[in-house]
């Protein structure tokens, strides 16, 4: 194959790969945002972009009203720059470790029961076998449900009922699809555009909740509800103002506050349509609810959340910083799980952190991955007890820069291993063509 001329980047250990430069700065500090001050520099507000109403998650601290929003937004902690802004004598706490994550998700018991992403190029490489079938039949059904998510939104808007019976198929073609082979349909998760964001991403939240509810041994006919709950949380923004739901840049006060009642949306909507079940109606309700009470419409805190809706909120919140959108550069998922764990701290219940990294993985399917050897690859299937280790289809040399003859590699089997998660925009590859 042609090579192609990408950026040589330099290799880090696991450590380094899924920790940012928070840890390895003694300026990047975290502190209680009770200690901001007018003049300090936001490194991190170490949330998601969807619970805040800035438009970047780094800003400079120019006045007591930019201070109000942050701790209105029920954020408790932040990290700030020194070296940017002001700084406080007694901050110091640094962000918990790539091992430390890898030790503790391997250990820990099972829980009780808008980018636009850029055009494919060229063909798509399906690979041969069963494995090529799953992805076909991945692609038909996240096709087919981004298409009935989008036409449920256009009935909503013109007063019609949600009509469950349309959805049942197709959730449970979605719990087939995880259970047979989860690396065909979860990768899709990623893969976005501006026009149909909203309707992927309850599909892909919809997925990400059947895999989320496997791991934890959840009985099928739960997992069901759950994943209908997961298609139909986001069925409220049909009420939002198209131009607050779709503007590109930095909502207002007021828009953020309407953006935000499309949970009460949901909820209401749901209430009223025959055949949702109370796990799917409290999965969609609370899904921006928050574990230290700083979540929305009703600031619910701990068990007064629904184990769902905090299922729910998790697969949202890691759905939404992996995606590629027009105001926000989605994560490489491993960086994201790292945010997810660190947010642990406060706005999830750290046990069903853990449990949702062990299900996809410290490199989720679909993920790009550098090894030591300099190869490159996409990691096609990954194990719950091995996850440093998965299997991965390799196709790109970093250090030669050209392209391999595809293999599958089973990390488990051979001396080489992954040192570094990639970008795919970095290096220019479609990711889309090696899934």
């Known amino acids: 194959m042609e090579a192609c001329n990408v950026p040589r980047t330099h290799n880090k250990r696991l450590a380094s790969a899924t920790n940012s430069s928070i840890r390895g700065s003694d300026v990047i500090k975290t502190i209680a945002t009770d200690q901001l001050a007018v ?50 004598p007694t901050a110091s706490t640094d962000a918990p470790a790539a091992d430390n994550i890898v030790a503790t998700v391997t250990d820990a018991p099972a829980a ?80 976005k555009t501006v026009d149909e964001y909203t309707f992927q991403h309850s599909v892909s939240v919809s997925a990400l909740a059947v895999a989320f509810g496997r791991t934890l041994n959840m009985p099928r006919d739960i997992i069901k509800e759950l994943a209908l709950g ?21 909502l207002t006060d ?15 909507l749901l209430k009223h349509t025959k055949g949702v079940s109370e796990i799917a109606l409290m999965a969609a309700a609370q899904h921006h609810e928050r574990y230290d009470g700083s979540g929305y419409p009703h ?10 809706g905090q299922m729910l909120a998790i697969t949202d919140v890691y759905d939404a910083i992996t995606s590629l959108r027009v105001y926000h550069n989605g994560m490489p998922p491993t960086e994201a799980l790292r945010k997810m764990y660190e947010w642990s701290k406060t706005h999830f219940d750290p046990s069903l952190v853990q449990a949702f990294i062990k299900g996809i993985g410290i ?28 299997v991965v289809k390799t196709f790109y040399h970093a250090d030669k820069k050209c392209y391999l003859d595809p293999k599958i590699l089973d990390l488990s089997t051979v001396h080489d291993k992954i040192i570094a998660h990639e970008s795919f925009e970095k290096w220019g590859i479609d990711q889309a063509r090696w899934l």
């Not at 036409?151 to 019976?165: C, H, P, S, T, W």
């Not at 600031?299 to 769902?308: P, V």
């Not at 490159?376 to 996850?387: D, F, K, P």
């Open 254 to 268: 007021d828009e953020f506050a309407v953006m935000k009642q499309h949970a009460t949306y949901s909820a209401n």
């Open 363 to 390: 490199y989720p399917a679909g993920s790009l991955v550098r090894m030591e050897s300099g190869i490159m690859g996409i990691v096609r299937e990954t194990a719950q007890n091995n996850l440093l280790k998965p």
């Open 39 to 88: 003049g300090m520099y936001i490194h991190d507000l170490k949330c998601s972009w969807i619970d805040h109403p800035f438009l970047s998650n780094q800003f400079r601290i120019k006045d007591h009203d930019t201070i109000r929003k942050i701790r209105d937004a029920g954020i408790v902690e932040a990290y700030i720059d020194t070296s940017r802004g002001l700084d406080v």
């Open 230 to 250: 997961g298609l139909l949380h986001d069925v409220g923004k049909a009420q939002v103002p198209a131009r607050i739901l779709n503007k590109p840049g930095k």
């Open 299 to 308: 600031r619910l805190k701990g068990a007064a959340i629904s184990i769902y």
């Open 112 to 191: 009780v029961s808008e980018k636009p992403t850029a055009k494919l190029s060229g063909p798509i490489i399906l690979p041969t076998g069963l494995h090529a079938e799953e992805v076909r039949r991945a692609r038909k059904l996240h096709q087919d449900a981004t298409q009935l998510v989008g036409n449920m939104m256009a009935d909503i808007r013109l007063g019609k009922q949600i009509e469950v019976d349309q959805c049942e198929p197709l959730v449970d073609d979605i719990l087939d699809s995880i259970f047979r082979f989860p690396s065909a349909l979860l990768p899709l998760a990623q893969m």
